[in-house]
Structures are given as C-alpha cells and as structure tokens.
C-alpha cells in the first residue's frame, strides 16, 4: 500500500517566525488533504490539495504529483497553530485514505 | 450546517465486553469513514461506508464491523475488547468519497 512520510516529525517555533512541512508519498494518489489537529484531539481540515498551490490566510500548500511531495507552508506563526499537522492520501483505487504519522508543532510567545 | 457529531464521547469498558460507536454526518454527505488514533500506531483507517455499503476495509481483525443505515449515519462495534482497543475513535464524512473529509470530535475510549 502507499508509504506516507512527513517531517519533521517535531517543530519548534517563536511566535512569528515561518515554516515548511513536507509530506512525501510513495504511489500515485487520487487526493491528498492537510489536517491540523488541536491539543483536544478535534481534525481540522486545512487542504484539499491533489495538484497545484492553494492559500488560505497565513497557511498555503502545495502538491507536486508527479514528484509525490506537498508541502504546507505556514508563515507569521501564531500560539495557536501549535498541534499536529497530518497529512492524508487516497491511493487511486479510491476510498481508503492513508495517514503520515504527523508534525507536533509548537509556537512559543 | 451542524457538523459531524459522534456518540458517546467517552466510553470506559472492561476486556471482553463489546462497544458500540455512533456517527452523524453532515447532512448530505454519503460517505462516512471510521479511524483508530493510537500514540503507537498514529491514525489508522478502519472502514468506509457510502450508500450503506462498505467499499473498503482496513486491517483490522474482524472484531471490528461496521454498518450505515439509509439516512448515511454509521455505527462501528468492537466485540470481546482488548486492552489495545484502548483509542480515539474518530469518524469522517464527506460528499461522495475522501476528496474533503470532515471529522466529528472522536470517541474516546478506555478498555480495562
């Protein structure tokens, strides 16, 4: 089955400063979606994000497909983004999506 | 909308007994997948369901099963528990398949 690899596994940040998590996969994938999940265990959905760039406010992403990568980019970092950011993949043959193991982020004030 | 509500959100049994989960979701929305979220196996998918069918399954033994009944809400039962079914049992739902999923708050659940 598809291979899902995210790092780093850990981030410490200072309140303001940027960063990039990468998420690599190993097969072809039908979606890919960006996850933030808050220290009360709640998913949130960031990114729908099979190909191409999106934005929202201070986060964005990216999906190279053909090279099996995407990135999240979170810039002006907030104590509030602290948490897990996953990562999640269908496989072509559709519904069974694969988890990396994450990205435990922390923001210090 | 209401989003994705899952019942009960906590849940402490004993080994050997049997759990059912429920989840709602977002009205309109068919497909409804099930994960388990453990500190040692991360987040690992059960099973999805879409017009009471279930179209894929992950490895899981069969204790674990799951249905969806018409109106696309879904009920996942653990029987004869173990210590390691100990997790946070989260649900998804989503419009036709996993193009953007949309998660309750879990069930936790604690086997003794």
């Known amino acids: 089955g598809i291979q899902v690899e995210q790092s780093p596994p850990d981030l410490i940040l200072q309140e303001g400063a940027n960063s990039t998590l990468r998420c690599n996969f190993s097969?072809?994938?039908?979606?890919l979606q960006w996850f933030h999940q808050n220290p009360w265990g709640q998913l949130i959905n960031l990114f729908y994000i099979p190909s191409g760039t999106k934005q929202n406010g201070r986060l964005s992403a990216t999906t190279v497909a053909t090279e099996r990568y995407s990135l999240l980019y979170i810039s002006s970092s907030q104590t509030t983004d602290s948490g897990v950011y996953f990562c999640a993949v269908s496989d072509t043959g559709g519904f069974k999506t694969i988890f990396g193991a994450g990205t435990r982020l922390f923001v210090k004030a | 909308k209401a989003g994705v509500t899952q019942t009960p959100r906590y849940l402490i049994k004993t080994r050997g007994q049997q759990v059912t989960l429920s989840c709602s979701p977002i009205s309109g929305h068919r497909s409804v997948s099930w994960y388990q979220q453990t500190p040692g196996q991360g987040l690992q998918f059960l099973f999805e369901?879409?017009?009471?069918?279930?179209?894929n399954k992950g490895n899981f033994p069969g204790r674990f099963s799951g249905r969806q009944f018409s109106n696309s809400r879904s009920e996942m039962n653990v029987s004869t528990l173990e210590l390691g079914d100990s997790a946070l049992y989260l649900c998804?739902?989503?419009?036709?398949?996993?193009?953007?999923?949309?998660f309750g708050p879990g069930t936790r659940l604690l086997v003794l």
């Open positions: 998804a739902s989503s419009l036709f398949d996993a193009e953007t999923q949309y």
């Open positions: 369901y879409f017009s009471e069918t279930q179209r």
């Open positions: 097969d072809s994938v039908n979606n």
